[in-house]
Nanobody, 121 residues
Framework: EVQLVESGGDLVHPGGSLRISCTAS????????MSWVRRAPGKGLEWVAG????????SYADAVKGRFTISRDNAQDTLRLEMNGLNAKDAAVYYC??????????????WGQGTQVTVSS
């Protein structure tokens, strides 16, 4: 079964740190570019960070640049997001997103179920 399963969401204090993970199964993880996308309460989806299939080319939204670090381990089919200096604006459901363009130009996208990050004192 093709799956992306996020984990690690938790309640943290403002200024705190958290690492969330996404474990892939049922497909060739190393062929997919990966991203973290979040949805805050009452708001739309917001792209947070992305990384290329091979592991290079990490990029970040301005709102998290310098505080968050995306990484992947293709040997373990895992994507991670290290989050530091968390604030109330970072509170959201965080989704793992995978994308691959096949040799025939077909776009394949996969989503996880999300993990909740709450920031509160």
């Amino acid at each position: 079964e093709v799956q992306l399963v996020e984990s690690g969401g938790d309640l943290v204090h403002p200024g705190g740190s958290l690492r969330i993970s996404c474990t892939a199964s049922g497909f060739m993880f190393s062929n997919y570019a990966m991203s973290w996308v979040r949805r805050a309460p009452g708001k739309g989806l917001e792209w947070v960070a992305g990384i290329r299939a091979g592991g290079g080319g990490a990029s970040y939204a301005d709102a998290v640049k310098g505080r968050f670090t995306i990484s992947r381990d293709n040997a373990q089919d895992t994507l991670r997001l290290e989050m530091n200096g968390l604030n109330a604006k970072d509170a959201a459901v965080y989704y793992c997103h995978a994308i691959h363009i096949t040799r025939w130009g077909r776009r394949v996208e996969l989503w996880g179920q999300g993990t909740q990050v709450t920031v509160s004192s």
